[in-house]
């Protein structure tokens, strides 16, 4: 199991921002083999600064036939916390599929590449901290569906006019056979499309692909990326875009250009997992103009210090205060 990817997990439970696919992440690692003992560790350190016992007191009537062993008074809580896991996890999703039907789950942890070929021969790559799910036994009838949380580059094969569309929580990105890069993390969704025609659907209420309206539609071309937040009900669209301007991972570079600091920090927070506190505003909105290897964390850490004269002082495991200047 990935202990990192399960502690952050547990760190945005804990926040209350988890979002659907996270959830049904966090639901998949508490079935693994020899949680107990990351359980204990990882939630009893938060079960005491939260009121979450009073919830999942009130939660207990909707979750039936849960049996865990309390073999020791640390487990009273656990089982507590499971409780209203497994509640929220039966409320939000009931028992079904992101697609109602049989699917495959890809996932990626911090760090983390992974190039899939699915069934119906389309190529995957998902960048890190990922999680993609397929439905299997698509057929001319049901068209060929993707779901997509955090950052992918497809390439999609064409199978006879059926349709191959990739959903997130702002957009339905429709194709036949083409290439594209849909990176769909914190509040929006950017598409940049290097080959073929999409059409994108902008999905106008939180609950993406499972509202039944008729959303607007933008027909891109190659060179062309598209941003769209539901929540804020933002477009932005730009062209002449490139693989090193609008995808840049895939070609193992990490892009900083036209980006503020702060933003430079929660894109590395969302592909490492570490977490950072800068009180320097002048520092968090400087302007980027910067492309470096996409490598391991300290390698991406010490390429930033020497370039922009800054240190990442480590002060808890995976937790940096960036100051400007190196002492």
Not at 162 to 172: E, K, L, Q, S, W
């Amino acid at each position: 199991m990935n202990n990192q990817r399960f502690d952050y997990l547990i760190e945005k439970y804990r926040k209350g921002n988890l979002s659907r696919s996270e959830y049904k992440e966090l639901i998949w690692m508490l079935g693994e083999p020899g949680m107990e003992t990351e359980l204990e560790q990882q939630l009893n350190r938060y079960w005491k600064e939260s009121k979450a016992y009073e919830t999942a007191e009130a939660l207990q009537p909707r979750v039936t036939k849960i049996s865990i062993k309390r073999k020791r008074t640390g487990y009273i809580s656990l089982a507590a916390s499971l409780v209203l896991l497994l509640g929220l996890f039966y409320y939000l999703w009931g028992a079904g599929d992101v697609f109602g039907q049989k699917e495959i789950v890809y996932r990626t942890g911090f760090g983390e590449r992974l190039d899939v070929e699915l069934d119906d021969g389309s190529l995957v790559t998902l960048n890190a901290n990922s999680t993609l799910h397929w439905a299997e036994g698509w057929s001319k009838s049901e068209g060929r569906k993707a779901a997509l949380e955090g950052e992918a580059f497809f390439k999609v094969k064409k199978q006879n006019g059926i349709p191959f569309t990739v959903h997130t929580n702002d957009v339905a990105v429709e194709v036949l056979g083409t290439a594209f890069n849909v990176d769909s993390r914190e509040a929006k969704t950017k598409v940049y499309l290097d080959e073929g025609r999409v059409n994108l659907k902008l999905n106008d209420t939180e609950q993406g692909h499972n509202k039944e309206k008729h959303p607007q539609e933008i027909i891109m071309n190659p060179g062309e990326q598209v941003s769209y937040s539901v929540r804020q009900k933002k477009i932005e669209k730009s062209e002449g875009q490139t693989m090193i301007t609008a995808a840049a991972w895939k070609v193992n570079v990490l892009n900083f250009k036209n980006m503020q600091f702060g933003e430079v920090l929660d894109l590395l927070r969302d592909i490492y997992g570490q977490s950072f506190e800068c009180t320097d505003r002048k520092l968090l909105n400087t302007p980027m103009y910067l492309g470096v290897p996409y490598s391991n964390w300290e390698a991406v850490r010490q390429a930033l210090e020497l370039s922009l004269n800054i240190q990442f002082e480590e002060t808890a495991a995976q937790h940096y205060v960036v100051k400007s200047g190196k002492n």
